[in-house]
């Protein structure tokens, strides 16, 4: 299984860009790289997923160099409820097999 | 619609004790799926339902774990004896199709299990 890790906190300021990096130098042929937001005594909600390069949505945009060792979750303009753990995960997937292996997690603290 | 619910939310009990955690997923989802993250570790997974058979069960940690999801719907996962190691969080996770990268697994909120 891949090996994740990632960024144990990281502080930012309400309007910037926030880049989270995460190393998965094991990831499979067949895993897809995702990334999910907690927040205190909640589960984890979904944000992004990709294969490769860049694919964005209405929260956020995840780049994903051609060796997929990396990937990097970007959220533009941050604001105070983005305070979260952000979990970088891999996700192996196959018919009738799914599994997330989850990274340590990066806590993002916003500040005003 | 109803996300993956999970019962208790949080649960005090003493070792030896034994206690039994409930999932309802997401109706119409035929994956569910248990993790658990245990004190200053990273979230792990413990096993796979695709309806009422285990996929995969390979992260149960030792037999004093069981889990079942009769008929396919709602899973219970019972610890028994339960250990001071056990403590942390049970997470509970359902999604959709049996295969591919698009469904999205949706988590519950967590049940917060305390072993003294």
């Known amino acids: 299984l891949a090996k994740i890790t990632q960024p144990i906190s990281m502080d930012s300021y309400e309007g910037q860009e926030v880049n989270i990096t995460c190393s998965h130098n094991?990831?499979?042929?067949?895993?897809?790289i995702t990334w999910y937001q907690q927040f205190p005594s909640q589960g984890p909600r979904f944000i992004i997923q990709g294969y490769k390069t860049k694919v964005t949505n209405e929260v956020a945009s995840l780049f994903i160099p051609a060796d997929r060792k990396s990937s990097t979750l970007s959220l533009p303009r941050v604001s105070l409820s983005d305070t979260a753990v952000y979990y970088c995960l891999v996700r192996t997937s196959r018919t009738g097999f799914q599994k997330l292996v989850f990274g340590t997690g990066t806590r993002l603290l916003v500040s005003p | 619609e109803a996300g993956v619910t999970q019962f208790p939310s949080h649960s005090v009990i003493e070792k030896g004790q034994t206690v039994t955690l409930r999932c309802d997923p997401i109706s119409g989802h035929d994956n569910l799926y248990w993790y658990r993250r245990v004190m200053g570790k990273e979230i792990k997974f413990l096993l796979h339902?695709?309806?009422?058979?285990?996929?995969?069960e390979s992260g149960m940690p030792n037999n004093r774990f069981l889990a079942e999801r009769t008929g396919g719907t709602y899973s219970t996962l019972k610890v028994q004896p339960a250990e001071l190691e056990d403590s942390g969080v049970y997470f509970c996770?359902?999604?959709?199709?049996?295969?591919?990268?698009?469904?999205?697994?949706?988590f519950g909120e967590g049940s917060w299990l305390t072993v003294v």
């Open positions: 996770a359902s999604s959709y199709d049996r295969g591919g990268s698009g469904n999205t697994i949706y």
């Open positions: 339902f695709v309806k009422e058979s285990k996929q995969d």
């Open positions: 094991n990831i499979a042929t067949n895993d897809y």
